[in-house]
């Protein structure tokens, strides 16, 4: 190890030999030293440069600065600089024997062939060299810093290192940037380390060697590049624990070259920190061997690797602690190895996990990598168990994927699988053993792929009796705009499916059609309310009611619509809430044609218009819809004596606006209803007291139109409506002054629908189904109203009104409203 000077090299540079112990000062006076600094004590010495000291040697065999000898040596330079440009020209060498070897400068270059930039060795004491700027040696076989001790400890700290040759023919001879070797040996690079080289004239060729002989060896690195073949980036060996930390790129471009190799006769631990990369162009970018095992930690990025493996670990059982990102392209041993993954976990080439009770405990994510044309198939080999809180994401846009895990499968805490499912077929989990707990399904529909009606894709395939309730989506469904997706699971065999039926949003458009049926209904009992009041005003009045009058009325009411419905199609069944509270806001005008046949006789024949909006709210849900619609109309009135009949025909057209939050979709589509109403009715009484039995019929043709949500179709397929009412009124009359008659009355109807049945089909792809409405079960009516009226100027009358089913029954029967109207006659 301890290699004399030649006695032809000049000595004692900066003054005499000092006792043993002693230091010498080389001040920057001496600038250059051209023939360089050379001392050899014999009981140990501290040289010491000043800052601003610079050695610059420039002929062969000559170097920079030589302390050879006994006893603890040192070089307190950390201001200075040495460069050397002959040939076999060292820049620093301090060799110690029975003491140590320490070194500490700023920056040291060679150029010429065979040259070291800076040396330190010792026989039994540490071995040290510390430099802050760069350390280059670009000659010919040149190697940058080492540091060697036989029984002692072995430090470097470096920041740039560099041995890269100046010349192209010379790349291959280059030797390690950093060598550490020691009983304990340890390395911290915190710039860039780069070798070009594979040692071809002999020697260690890895960009960092770190070799602890009897102890540990451990690496800290920033960013580290070797070029050369079978030339390591960071290689750390020891007889006890090993380890390497890096925090930069760490890359190997050569042949057979690994990017990070660590070996432990006990335990090897390699540290990727949050900026740490690595990549090797025909090697692995992380090599593990140990005896009793070994750990990787990841918070950096180790991604897939072309021509070797991301990560392989030989000996002793594997760890795994990733939470950055971490390509599957790993093979573990015959131990019981663990992956635990908090960050991100790419799956591409199949990981093999070997022999052994192996484990993958999931908190971050798993997922296919991104790119892919095709559909991938790969497999955790060798794995027992699978134990997921964290998402597993086969979604790439690719359907058709498919991920094995041949162990079993546990879903705890926010366990997610997401999954790719179009009409052509769906991403895949293939479980070798069962599935417990619960894992949230998420669905997507890749681009340009509709949502569609499907009664079964399956999405994970078991190898053992399962859970039912294993994969299930949040809240047990997942919508898509008119489909609603759930997750079925088949113990015959083993399967879990996603199937695809009509959402509740889709369900809810059964009642759109009703919607609108009741808007012509209510704007038609406005008119029917008019009549009655010219009827009380031609009984008060006579002949001199029945000149023309226009009237005005204004009305609101509100009807709540309750009821459950059992629904199944395409897999599914279950019970939707179709109840709905009603809203209807409006005005309505006419003019009256008539002349008088009588006292209690006369014939109208009418004008009208009118406006409603209406807001229709389904219950137990945002979704809504808002009419607004106009109207028009004719009517004719008839009475004689105590025979009274009533025509009406009318046409509503509707503006309506759907928006459904649980489909995710907003829609504005048109519609019309027309229609025609008779009542006929019977007048009994004198002019305190009147009984007004009375009968009509409605029927109504609704037309709305079809609308779409992300590819599927709703086509309304409406029925006729025909409603029939019955019932009276009873009242009588009060004479106010000498004109003006007030006229209370009360009054109750039956209801019943004949028809109203209104259908709804939805379509999409190659799949059409349709459900048909309930219609209305019968319902009473109960009026309670006063008419004031004259023979001349302003007349109007007040009316209240509540409906109500006799029973409950299915779908959205059940009805409770109420509401009221005011309205005016004038006589001109």
Not at 737 to 752: E, F, K, Q, R
Request: hydrophobic letters at 40%.
């Amino acid at each position: 190890m301890l290699a004399l000077p030649s006695a032809a090299v000049a000595q004692n540079e900066c003054g005499a030999l000092p006792a043993a112990g002693g230091l010498v000062s080389c001040p920057a006076s001496g600038n250059p030293y051209p023939a360089g600094i050379t001392y050899l004590p014999t009981a140990g010495l501290t040289v010491v440069l000043p800052a601003g000291a610079s050695i610059q040697t420039a002929t062969a065999a000559t170097p920079g600065i030589q302390i050879v000898g006994a006893g603890d040596l040192a070089i307190d330079g950390s201001g200075a600089s040495v460069a050397t440009s002959g040939a076999l020209s060292n820049g620093v060498t301090v060799s110690s024997l029975g003491g140590s070897a320490e070194v500490g400068l700023a920056s040291v270059s060679t150029t010429g062939a065979g040259s070291t930039a800076v040396s330190a060795l010792s026989d039994t004491g540490t071995a040290s060299v510390i430099t802050t700027g760069n350390v280059t040696s670009t000659g010919r076989g040149g190697a940058g810093i080492s540091a060697v001790s036989g029984t002692g400890d072995a430090f470097v700290t470096a920041n740039n290192v560099s041995t890269v040759a100046a010349l192209p023919a010379d790349t291959a001879t280059s030797r390690s940037a950093i060598l550490a070797q020691g009983a304990n040996a340890t390395v911290i690079s915190t710039g860039t380390v780069t070798t070009a080289g594979r040692a071809s004239l002999g020697g260690v060729a890895d960009a960092i060697s770190v070799t602890g002989t009897a102890g540990d060896a451990s690496a800290v690195v920033n960013n580290v590049a070797a070029s050369g073949d079978t030339s390591r980036a960071v290689a750390v060996t020891a007889s006890n624990n090993a380890s390497a930390t890096v925090n930069g790129l760490v890359s190997a471009s050569g042949l057979g070259a690994d990017a990070v190799a660590v070996t432990g006769g006990n335990r090897a631990t390699v540290t990727v920190g949050p900026n740490g990369r690595l990549s090797a162009a025909d090697g692995n970018l992380i090599t593990l061997t140990s005896v009793n095992g070994s750990t990787l930690s990841n918070s950096g990025t180790i991604g897939s690797n072309p021509n070797g493996l991301a990560v392989q670990a030989l000996g002793g059982p594997a760890t795994i602690n990733n939470s950055g990102s971490l390509s599957s392209d790993i093979v573990l041993t015959a131990g019981n190895d663990t992956v635990n993954n908090s960050g991100a976990f790419v799956v591409g080439p199949n990981p093999d996990f070997g022999a052994g009770t192996d484990a993958f405990v999931n908190t971050g994510l798993v997922s296919l990598g991104t790119g892919a044309t095709v559909a991938g198939a790969p497999t955790f080999a060798g794995l027992e168990s699978f134990s997921n809180a964290g998402l597993v994401d086969l979604r790439n846009g690719v359907v058709g994927d498919s991920l094995t895990l041949p162990g079993t499968f546990s879903g705890t805490g926010a366990s997610q699988l997401g999954v790719d499912v179009s009409a052509g077929g769906s991403d895949r989990l293939i479980l070798g053993g069962a599935a417990t707990g619960t894992t949230t399904v998420l669905l997507n529909a890749p681009s340009l792929t509709a949502p569609i009606f499907t009664s079964g894709a399956v999405i994970v395939q078991a190898g053992a009796p399962s859970a039912a309730s294993a994969f299930q989506f949040n809240g047990g469904f997942q919508n898509a705009g008119l489909v609603r997706y759930e997750v079925a699971y088949d113990p015959a065999t083993l399967s879990y499916s996603v199937t695809g039926g009509p959402s509740d949003a889709a369900f809810r458009t059964l009642n759109y059609v009703d919607g609108a049926r009741s808007l012509w209904m209510k704007s038609a009992d406005v008119v029917t309310a008019q009549l009655r009041s010219r009827r009380d005003s031609l009984w008060a009045h006579g002949d001199a009611a029945t000149s023309g009058k226009f009237w005005l009325q204004m009305h609101g009411s509100v009807e709540d619509r309750s009821g459950r419905r059992t629904v199944s199609s395409f897999g599914q069944s279950r019970v939707i809430n179709t109840g709905y509270k009603q809203d209807y806001y409006g005005g309505q005008a006419g003019f009256d044609f008539g002349g008088g046949v009588g006292e209690k006789g006369g014939f109208a024949l009418g004008v009208t218009g009118g406006y409603i909006n209406s807001s229709q709210n389904f219950a137990g849900s945002p979704d809504r819809i808002n009419f607004n619609a106009v109207n028009a109309g004719v009517y004719g009135s008839f009475t004689s004596g105590n025979i009274f009949a009533n025509v009406l025909g009318k046409y509503d057209h509707y503006w309506a606006n759907a928006s459904s939050p649980t489909g995710g979709f907003r829609q504005k589509f048109n519609g019309s209803v027309y229609g025609v109403r008779g009542e006929v009715g019977l007048r009994f009484g004198s002019d305190s007291f009147f009984i007004e039995p009375a009968a009509s019929l409605s029927y109504t043709r609704s037309n709305l139109d079809s609308f779409s949500v992300l590819g599927t179709t709703a086509d309304f397929n409406e029925d006729d409506g025909l409603r029939g009412r019955v019932g009276g009124r009873v009242g009588g009359q009060v004479h106010i002054g000498d004109t003006a008659v007030l006229a209370p009355y009360i009054g109750a109807n039956y209801v019943h629908e004949f028809k109203g049945r209104d259908e709804v089909s939805f379509s999409n792809g190659v799949q059409t189904v349709a459900f048909t409405n309930d219609r209305m079960r019968d319902y009473g009516e109960a009026v309670l109203g006063v008419t004031i009226g004259q023979t001349s100027g302003i007349s109007g009358f007040l009316e209240a009104n509540y409906a109500r089913t006799f029973s409950n029954g299915s779908g959205s029967n059940s009805l409770e409203g109420a509401g009221g109207r005011a309205g005016l006659r004038i006589r001109f």
